[in-house]
DNA sequence: CTGTTAGCGCGTTCAA
DNA sequence: TTGAACGCGCTAACAG
């Protein structure tokens, strides 16, 4: 059988209650005692039992992290700096920081937020773009809302803020503790119009899963570059965010238009799978076609040629998040930071053909 | 305050024990009854308390997935099937799956295990490659032998098999339900003799870092190759397992041996950095020398030119592993399968230059 | 500084 | 088919 605390207590010759107080260090305990009880529970093999603590103390040390697709980088790194900032916490209780692969299922996403709430978490971390179905949208700004009631500590990251329909009090900022967002909309403007400055006119453009924030935004910079500098939108595909679909986009994008210049994409995976197509097409990158991606991921700078990239800053932003999850770090003014992309221009993208 | 069974049982007009019955589904409830439990629990958006739950029932639905390095798609792509088959689990408890990411750090490691250990998690599932030191070994193992006692389902997914002293009685396969063991050494063996038909006699070795069970395979399965054709081992280094590593590990394979004609790497990702390195020296990839990878991550074929590598079905074995972990999928006779690479041959390698 | 006393919310006997 | 009672293992008051 495993032990339990009295078993520990009865070894030790103290009370559970003394037991407890040097596990958790939250009491002054006598030296000697304390290391007695130390000795019992090694020699007991003694663990926790987290369960029975969580249901006592009404909190557990379950931290969740929802991520669209785990086998992405974009989502790994993210989750991977998050969980170093958590698991690290030294001396004070142990959280288990956990990710939780939604597959970028709406269904998927609430059934984690509904495991989380049960296991009555001390926060979640929502990563990476969300969906823009009003209902859906709906259902997850009610169950933040209702772990956010029980204590959990909600962080966006990567994602636009939640609109909370203010029908109680003037509470402030909703269920979420802290907003981090990304400039996709400026990082994609800046983007566009450094193509634009190369003198590329017919940009074809390989956008995300439709109904995604991350998607529209991307979408939105690329048109705002173009509108401000009088040149026509051109031909426009959605698909998913692998490599298969920006190769199949972009030969959907030559047939609809013979003379692309430059090929702007909705992540750097989907740049890589356009620039494959442009390849077996015996088109030159960026000779013939330039192609710009977005996030930079490690690997962007290994491909031949080295991708055009707004470069966004991952690893700092989940570990940011992480911090504040723990509430290891202030939270910004309104709850709200805006995290920026920085344009990487490299060898994939150049002067356009004449 | 948060709704607890009582009140649902409260509005329902039945018993505690009742509601419980209908959740759980374990025992028969009256249409009626149930019908008028279900829209209680509905109005009082009652969510049932996990750490009580466990506590009381003595097991958790909390399913671990020990990962290296969540960045890496390796890593991620095994994780994310073995959750979607752990997940999904209709009519049933549902599980929480959740992956945690060790850094390859093996005290992360420990008190990742203890942590689940602690939440009496119902099954865990370690994957990619194990670290050889003795003394780690000896205590992951005895970590892992106290929590199947516990009645924590133990599986292995790409690593091989424990070594279990067998003190006790002979309960047969030690403490892990199951192990899902990649044959490294005879994918990278095969891979060396692909090279040696095309003619190179001198070839180095990019190995993954040291003391782990990946690296030592790979680099035997390579050996082994060298040796039965009779052909001297060429320079070897170790690195991490990123592209940085596998960069500046070329240049010193070619500080050490001029008239290299081709290079192993450990995995894809480190073949990437040596490509890179390869261009900066100004040698042609395959034409002066030829790269190999291992893994075939989904990047590789986009590689220029596409990696030769060894393709590891990591998508299929971690799904395996994850029905493993539910009981969903009987398990392999002696509790051990080998899983094998097939090698890919792609445009990285070519005939050795004379 | 330490022991005693109550529950935390639920699953599971036992009866009915 | 349902209800009553007990206890899972621990933490948090309150004494001492």
Redesign the interface.
């Known amino acids: 059988m495993?032990a339990t605390l009295a078993d520990v207590a009865a070894r030790a010759q103290v009370s559970p209650a003394t037991v407890s107080r040097v596990l958790n260090g939250n009491y002054p305990v006598a030296a000697a005692t304390r290391e007695r009880v130390l000795r019992a529970v090694d020699e007991l093999?003694y663990?926790?039992?987290?369960?029975?603590?969580?249901?006592a103390a009404a909190t557990?040390?379950?931290v969740?992290i929802l991520v669209n697709?785990?086998?992405?980088?974009f989502f790994?790194?993210m989750?991977?700096a998050a969980?170093?900032e958590i698991?690290g916490e030294r001396g004070a209780r142990?959280k288990?920081?956990?990710?939780?692969?939604t597959?970028g299922s709406p269904e998927?996403e609430l059934?984690?937020l509904?495991?989380?709430?049960?296991?009555?978490a001390a926060a979640v971390i929502l990563t990476g773009g969300a969906l823009e179905d009003p209902e859906h949208a709906a259902a997850v700004a009610a169950k933040l809302g209702?772990l956010a009631?029980?204590g959990t500590r909600v962080v966006l990251c990567g994602r636009p803020p939640v609109s909370w329909s203010v029908e109680g009090s003037g509470s402030g900022g909703g269920p979420v503790a802290a907003t981090l967002t990304f400039d996709n909309r400026g990082g994609s403007q800046r983007l566009t119009e450094h193509l634009l400055a190369l003198g590329h006119r017919r940009i074809g453009y390989i956008a995300g899963p439709e109904e995604r924030t991350t998607t529209r935004h991307r979408l939105e910079g690329h048109r705002a570059a173009l509108a401000t500098a009088g040149v026509a939108p051109g031909p426009v595909v959605h698909g998913s965010y692998?490599?298969r679909s920006g190769y199949d986009a972009t030969l959907e994008l030559l047939r609809r238009d013979q003379e692309l210049t430059a090929v702007v994409a909705a992540n750097d995976?989907v740049a890589?799978?356009a620039?494959?197509a442009l390849?077996d097409r015996g088109l030159a990158v960026p000779g013939d076609v330039s192609v710009a991606g977005f996030d930079d991921l490690?690997?962007s700078?290994?491909?031949?040629p080295a991708l055009t990239t707004v470069r966004l800053p991952l690893y700092e932003a989940g570990a940011r998040a992480g911090r504040l999850a723990m509430g290891k770090e202030p939270v910004p003014p309104g709850g709200i930071a805006t995290v920026h992309g920085e344009l990487m221009v490299r060898g994939s993208t150049g002067r356009a053909r004449a």
Do not use: K
């Open positions: 495993t093999d663990v926790l039992n987290g369960p029975a603590s969580s249901l557990s040390d379950l969740g697709d785990i086998a992405d980088p790994g790194i989750a991977g969980q170093s698991g142990e288990l920081a956990v990710v939780c692969n597959g998927r059934t984690y509904t495991l989380l709430q049960r296991q009555r209702r009631e029980a692998d490599r995976t890589l799978g620039c494959a390849r490690p690997f700078m290994d491909a031949v």
